[in-house]
């Protein structure tokens, strides 16, 4: 009864949370984006995934990497034998900043004001999923975590332990643009044994 309990607070607070950032205002990014894009997953989650900020498609959609970038995720799940729907997914930004350049939208990295604007959706989130693990891709997503001190070479793709535990590794999206095929190769090796390691901690 207690439990559940627990799990009907989390979900009201969850909704309240979900119907507050959908009337978000707090950085200009709400102007031009089509709609906020929340997280994604159960409330409970075990590992909670920290992106950088919807792009073209998520904000078409309204859900986190179903685009170019997700698909990269999911092959490195599934690679390892993890299951998306067992995470938390959500971004360091909700908006999706960019440019518009003839039809297309060009994604454009979020600043640190904007950072700093969004974190407090994050940092709310992480207090009612409570994950054990929290994976941040990209060094916007590290620096919403935990400040601009530290750097992504220095902590990549190890677990540090702590209550939640911590990976940061790169963003999938990193790995399309890399121009020189052996080096986004190598890279993308790298990307995927960092999942492996994730499984291997569970
Ligand atoms: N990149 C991100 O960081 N998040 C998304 O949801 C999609 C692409």
């Known amino acids: 009864k207690a439990q559940a309990a627990i799990q009907e607070d989390a979900l009201d607070s969850m909704?309240?949370?979900?119907?507050?950032?959908?009337?978000?205002?707090?950085?200009?990014?709400?102007?031009?984006?089509?709609?906020?894009?929340?997280?994604?997953?159960?409330?409970?989650?075990?590992?909670?995934?920290?992106?950088?900020?919807?792009?073209?498609?998520?904000?078409?959609?309204?859900?986190?990497?179903?685009?170019?970038?997700?698909?990269?995720?999911?092959?490195?799940?599934?690679e390892a034998g993890l299951l998306r729907g067992e995470m938390y997914l959500t971004n360091a930004v909700k908006h999706f900043k960019f440019l518009t350049k003839g039809r297309r939208r060009i994604h454009q990295t979020p600043d640190a004001q904007e950072i700093e604007a969004c974190k407090d959706w994050l940092h709310q989130e992480v207090a009612l999923v409570r994950p054990k693990l929290i994976i941040t891709l990209g060094a916007t997503a590290l620096r919403a975590m935990e400040g601009g001190g530290v750097r992504l070479a220095t902590v990549r793709d190890t677990i540090r332990p702590g209550v939640p535990a911590r990976l940061a590794t790169?963003?999938?999206?990193?790995?399309?643009?890399?121009?020189?095929?052996?080096?986004?190769?190598?890279?993308?090796?790298?990307?995927?044994?960092?999942?492996?390691?994730?499984?291997?901690?569970?």
């Open 15 to 78: 909704g309240t949370l979900l119907s507050s950032l959908r009337r978000c205002t707090r950085c200009p990014l709400h102007c031009n984006a089509t709609q906020v894009v929340p997280g994604a997953g159960p409330e409970r989650a075990e590992i909670m995934v920290i992106g950088e900020q919807p792009g073209d498609q998520e904000d078409l959609r309204g859900v986190p990497f179903v685009g170019p970038a997700g698909q990269v995720f999911n092959e490195a799940l599934s």
């Open 170 to 202: 790169v963003h999938p999206a990193y790995l399309l643009r890399l121009p020189d095929e052996a080096r986004a190769l190598e890279e993308r090796k790298r990307f995927f044994a960092a999942f492996e390691t994730v499984r291997q901690w569970k």
